[in-house]
């Protein structure tokens, strides 16, 4: 009967410690999974918040953003409700983009290398990269704020970084001539000679200029909308960051 007895015991703590070390596996698992959730939030955006809402992640430019966006606001007092794709028609003029929709979600980068914030419209889905380095958030698309309602939940999600490699890689992939072909579609210029004669100012100060055209054709594959100044800021900060503007 002892004999019995001491068995049932050893076997008791057979299976305690079998437990214990199953719930430590589970506990590295949880560990495993935080660290992957590491660069994903989610974020409530007040409408009425003119600063926007900071996220506490940093991107760098070229890095992937991914988000979903859902919930309404309202743009005036008992208006209407409007998703994070806003309203079809253009912000106008006292909005972050001016041409983007009335109510838009948009992303938000507090970039040191710029005086301003950079704006990127983002909706309630949006896949690309950072057209800058700096501080996340989001922003409703108004010029006036104080008159709204509602917020919009964003579960955003950030890739890896790209590596420097992958930049110096991409740097010689644009010419002078795709550069300016992408400005002549756009109605920028009429012709090669008058982007060149126009553009040649810029170049110089770039000490590399495959670098400077290398990253505004990343512009042009992002925001390939003329009209989007989204466009327009990328490129800016292309200049800002690769160049030496005098």
């Known amino acids: 009967m002892k004999s019995q007895t001491i068995t049932i015991i050893l076997l008791a703590l057979l299976i305690a410690t079998f437990a214990v070390a199953l719930s430590c596996g589970d506990d590295d698992d949880d560990d495993n999974d935080d660290n992957d959730d590491d660069d994903a939030e989610t974020v409530d955006v007040p409408a009425d918040n003119s600063e926007g809402v900071m996220t ?56 040191s290398a710029k005086a301003g914030p950079v704006y990127v419209g983002a909706g309630s889905d949006f896949s690309g990269q950072a057209p800058a380095a700096g501080d996340l958030g989001f922003t409703i698309n108004d010029s006036d704020y104080s008159d709204n309602g509602g917020s919009f939940s964003v579960d955003v999600d950030l890739g890896d970084e790209p590596s420097g490699d992958d930049d110096d890689d991409d740097a010689t992939t644009c010419t002078v001539e795709e550069y300016c072909d992408f400005y002549i579609a756009c109605g920028a210029y009429a012709d ?43 490129v800016i900060d292309c200049f800002v960051t690769e160049c030496d503007p005098q």
């Not at 953003?65 to 743009?75: C, D, E, K, P, R």
């Open 56 to 111: 506490g992640l940093s991107v760098v430019k070229g890095q992937d953003i991914s988000l979903t966006a859902t919930g309404y606001v309202q743009l005036e007092v008992d208006g209407e409700d409007v998703g994070p794709d806003g309203l079809d028609q253009a912000c106008g003029a006292g909005c972050p983009l001016e041409d983007s929709n009335w109510g838009m979600l948009l992303i938000k980068i507090e970039s």
């Open 192 to 234: 090669q000679d008058s982007c060149l004669s126009t553009s040649q100012a810029y170049f110089d100060q770039c000490p590399s200029v495959d670098v400077f055209l290398g990253c505004s054709c990343g512009c042009f594959e992002q925001f390939s909308d003329c009209m989007d100044t989204a466009l327009n800021d990328c």
